[in-house]
């Protein structure tokens, strides 16, 4: 039974390994007939609450025994060419994951995906980036991967009832990324290396037997009406193929608003459901480390650092959301005449730059000038925003931009920092372009944060409109011990698009949990 024990090192300690192992021999204290014969480290955090930021290392010590040799997940894979096949709606983490658990399982999953393949996909960022051109089936949303792919790869979840973050992680580590995911305690892969990752794994589940197509928008589904209750039978795609399956599982992601769109011309029940909405705010990177490492420049050891900020305006919670520590931000409009922006890191995490989203929570009790669209309400007041920050400018992807402290005391910005967003920003009150009641609960929550985090509230810091796709502003319903819809029989909503995830793991780990009900179902 390996001993476990808790290391506090400095940043300049962390990566030697000889002080470690004499840390560790001098708590273990071992008799002359004990040997070490493994050190494992578990669990690596940093705890900057002090002048002096320091690492926490949580290390297993095998003494007189060594390491068990874990399985590969993919030695659980079987040939399923032959199997029942079942229809998989998205490449994102929910249908990957799913797509690879059926195989475990012995169902075909068939994903079907409207974007392009990771590689393919970069073209169309480009545009997007450079030319302002917006492809609406292949962007930073839509395509292999799904949103994560090209906007992070962060993999911190609280969502740990969900299923199995370790088994996860595994699949992960497997296919490529840095085994260090599996130790750090907000692990994180990059926007230049998750891409490899997603290939590999769409190359395992060509392996044994899945299908994958892209370029394949479902603009239909398939039902059959002829019982009591509907069943879906396959979907239609790009407006004359149809695919046929057992069941089919609903892993658009939040963006994919069409699909929202088919579900209420079919008359199956969708839901308006609350989200958040704002702007992103981008710091000099060195700036957030000053105030949260008390040190600039940061050790050499130490990462980008990162923050969490959250407060009660008005009722409504205002909080950071999807923070990028060394990042970009990054345009995520999904259509033309929207502007929508994410925030993104490479994996060394490496820009001048530290952004993230800061938000405010929308209720549906907020949405009544727009109940006229039934359960689509929250989806409408979210393009409204996205337009509104459109029309305001010359009508490329440059965003519109204000200095915190401007946008604060309700004034233009006579000019604006350096910033990380490729197709650049012009300054505009966008103290008049949000909602007032986003407005004033930002004001609110950013001079809140200064008293948490003193130097935040600087006219170094600016924000950028708009930060809307935090979570999709609909769901689709679904039972809670089937995972079914409950008006359609073999039809399966999946993920954060359904309203069911939020992020890559949460996603991958709702595939894996519905793959399994798919499994019942179909059996």
Not at 389 to 403: H, I, T, V, W
Not at 433 to 445: D, V
Request: glycine share 8%.
């Amino acid at each position: 039974m390996p001993l476990e024990t808790e290391l506090v090192l400095l940043p300049s300690e962390i990566n030697d390994k000889e002080l470690i192992e004499k840390r560790v021999l001098n708590r273990l204290r071992l008799k002359p007939n004990e040997l070490l014969n493994a050190l494992v480290f578990k669990r690596r955090s940093i705890d900057a609450r002090s002048k002096q930021p320091v690492f926490k290392l949580l290390v297993q010590a095998f003494v007189n025994e060594t390491p068990a040799a874990s399985i590969a997940v993919s030695e659980q894979y079987k040939d399923v060419s032959k199997s029942k096949p079942v229809i998989i709606v998205g490449a994102g983490p929910a249908g990957y994951f799913a797509a690879l658990e059926m195989i475990e399982l012995g169902l075909k999953p068939i994903v079907l995906e409207r974007g392009k393949d990771a590689r393919a996909r970069r073209r169309d960022l480009k545009a997007i980036q450079q030319d302002g051109i917006v492809h609406p089936h292949s962007n930073y949303c839509f395509g292999e991967g799904g949103a994560g792919t090209y906007s992070d790869g962060k993999l911190y979840t609280r969502s740990k009832k969900r299923g199995s973050i370790e088994k996860t992680l595994r699949i992960l580590v497997e296919h490529g990324a840095n085994p260090d995911i599996m130790v750090d305690a907000h692990p994180h892969i990059g926007s230049n290396k998750l891409p490899l990752v997603v290939q590999a794994i769409r190359e395992t589940i060509l392996k044994y037997g899945g299908e994958i197509h892209f370029d394949a928008f479902v603009d239909d589904l398939i039902l059959d009406s002829s019982k009591t209750e509907r069943k879906i039978i396959g979907v239609r795609v790009n407006g004359n193929k149809e695919y046929m399956g057992e069941a089919v599982m609903l892993a658009t992601g939040h963006s994919a608003r069409d699909i929202f769109e088919l579900l209420d011309r079919h008359k199956i029940r969708i839901e308006a459901k609350a989200f958040a909405l704002g702007v992103r705010i981008e710091h000099p990177q060195e700036l957030i480390d000053e105030i949260q490492y008390h040190q600039r420049p940061r050790h050499q050891n130490l990462p980008a650092s990162s923050y969490s900020l959250v407060c009660q305006v008005q009722n409504r919670g205002v909080f950071s959301f999807c923070m990028c520590p060394g990042g970009l931000i990054v345009p995520a409009s999904t259509a033309p005449g929207e502007i929508v922006v994410n925030g993104m890191s490479m994996s060394r995490r490496d820009s001048a730059f530290a952004n993230s989203g800061m938000v405010v929570a929308v209720e549906l009790e907020d949405l009544k000038p727009y109940s006229g669209y039934g359960e689509l309400a929250a989806l409408e007041f979210q393009k409204s925003v996205e337009k509104n920050m459109f029309n305001a400018g010359d009508g490329s992807q440059k965003a519109p931009a204000q200095r915190i402290t401007d946008f604060v005391k309700g004034k233009l910005s006579s000019d604006l920092p350096k910033t990380s967003y490729i197709p650049g920003l012009f300054s505009e009150r966008l103290d008049q372009i949000l909602p007032n009641g986003i407005k004033s609960r930002l004001q609110a929550g950013l001079q809140q944060f200064a008293k948490q985090m003193k130097g935040y509230y600087s006219s170094e810091a600016q924000i950028v409109g708009t930060e809307s796709r935090t979570s999709s502003p609909v769901r689709i319903p679904r039972d809670t011990e089937t995972l079914m819809h409950p008006q359609v029989q073999g039809l399966f909503p999946c993920g954060e698009g359904a309203g069911f995830a939020g992020g890559i793991m949460s996603a991958a780990m709702d595939g894996m949990n519905v793959a399994e009900k798919i499994r019942l179902f179909v059996h």
